[in-house]
T-cell receptor, first 114, second 115 residues
Framework: EADIYQTPRYLVIGTGKKITLECSQT?????MYWYQQDPGMELHLIHY???????EKGDLSSESTVSRIRTEHFPLTLESARPSHTSQYLC?????????????FGQGTRLTVV | AQKVTQAQTEISVVEKEDVTLDCVYE???????LFWYKQPPSGELVFLIR??????QNEISGRYSWNFQKSTSSFNFTITASQVVDSAVYFC????????????FGGGTRLMVKP
């Protein structure tokens, strides 16, 4: 059973508001990720981190930013939300080992910007 | 560059039918890993299996089985005697050592199992 948590599960917010999506894991994993999922299902990597103070942009350009001050915490922030940011955001983490280990996912945050 | 293709966007079957979900991948890495995840309506992705590129043995876990064939760059997933609870979106994914171990996902296959 994975121990990775995202809050909130659902968020409806007005255009122009600043929002932070929370993601925490209790597994001590070094690697953490944010994926954006279209309504059409496809998953796109938008941010990742190899450890504390490490953040990188993923394949899909995003106006969001992330921080990694603590191992267990990887929040995503949108300074000014727009309707185009409406999507599902999935956070994940994986162990840093000699082999590729599977990523564990949170339940996601479904964001709607009106 | 890595790429994963799930050609079947949506599959509908009747309960107890067998169903195979296709996955074809592209990578330049000699060492890579393949995964299948299930996404039920609740939204989270649930890990099902991981396979490394050196292990072509097929695997069976209950009603689930996986067929890995390097010669055709495929990693297909079969559900035997499908059940309504199998209804979900299934994702195939790939990660390779030269891609920083980042997961590349296929577009997903939505499986609907009707009673």
């Amino acid at each position: 059973e994975a121990d990775i948590y995202q809050t909130p599960r659902y968020l409806v917010i007005g255009t122009g508001k600043k929002i932070t999506l929370e993601c925490s894991q209790t597994m001590g994993h070094d690697k953490m990720y944010w994926y954006q999922q279209d309504p059409g299902m496809e998953l796109h990597l938008i941010h990742y981190s190899y450890g504390v103070n490490s953040t990188e942009k993923g394949d899909l350009s995003s106006e969001s930013t992330v921080s990694r001050i603590r191992t267990e915490h990887f929040p995503l922030t949108l300074e000014s939300a727009r309707p185009s940011h409406t999507s599902q955001y999935l956070c994940a983490s994986s162990d840093h080992g000699t082999e590729n280990t599977e990523a564990f996912f949170g339940q996601g945050t479904r964001l709607t910007v009106v | 560059a890595q790429k994963v293709t799930q050609a079947q966007t949506e599959i509908s079957v009747v309960e107890k039918e067998d169903v195979t979900l296709d996955c074809v991948y592209e990578t330049r890495d000699t060492t890579y890993y393949l995964f299948w995840y299930k996404q039920p309506p609740s939204g989270e992705l649930v890990f099902l299996i991981r396979r490394n590129s050196f292990d072509e043995q097929n695997e069976i876990s209950g009603r689930y089985s996986w067929n890995f064939q390097k010669s055709t760059s495929s990693f297909n997933f079969t559900i035997t005697a499908s059940q309504v609870v199998d209804s979900a979106v299934y994702f195939c994914a790939l990660s390779g050592d030269n891609a920083g171990n980042m997961l590349t996902f296929g577009g997903g296959t939505r499986l609907m199992v009707k009673p």
